[in-house]
């Protein structure tokens, strides 16, 4: 069973920084897409980055220039490194990682980390 962990979520003040980890029991450099989401409540989870096993990134707009993911492959281990925070930005953070082989496609989700902004 592959197993995601996260960790870094904390309670921040507005502008202030945090690093989300997201460390995974197998090998991370094989796998198509790992990625970063979030949830607040009352509303939908929705992509906050990505990245891709080229080591090509997405951003959501609304973290596009404070936001940073990034990958260890000898650490398997993803990040997201969080600038200039917002309230807005408070929510569970979520990892995600993503794969397809001959036999099938693949997803597994981490628990959850919360982050907290306060204004």
């Known amino acids: 069973q592959v197993q995601l962990v996260e960790s870094g979520g904390g309670l921040v003040q507005a502008g202030g920084s945090l690093r989300l980890s997201c460390a995974a029991s197998?090998?991370?450099?094989?796998?198509?897409?790992m990625g970063w989401y979030r949830q607040a409540p009352g509303k939908q989870r929705e992509l906050v980055a990505s990245i891709l096993s080229d080591g090509s990134r997405n951003y959501a707009a609304s973290v596009k220039g404070r936001f940073t993911i990034s990958k260890d492959n000898a650490k398997n281990t993803m990040y997201l490194q969080m600038d200039s925070l917002k309230p807005e930005d408070t929510a569970v953070y979520y990892c995600?990682?993503?794969?397809?082989?001959?036999?099938?496609?693949?997803?597994?989700w981490g628990q959850g980390t919360q982050v907290t902004v306060s204004s």
């Open positions: 197998i090998n991370i450099f094989t796998i198509n897409t």
């Open positions: 995600n990682s993503w794969w397809s082989t001959s036999k099938g496609e693949y997803e597994y």
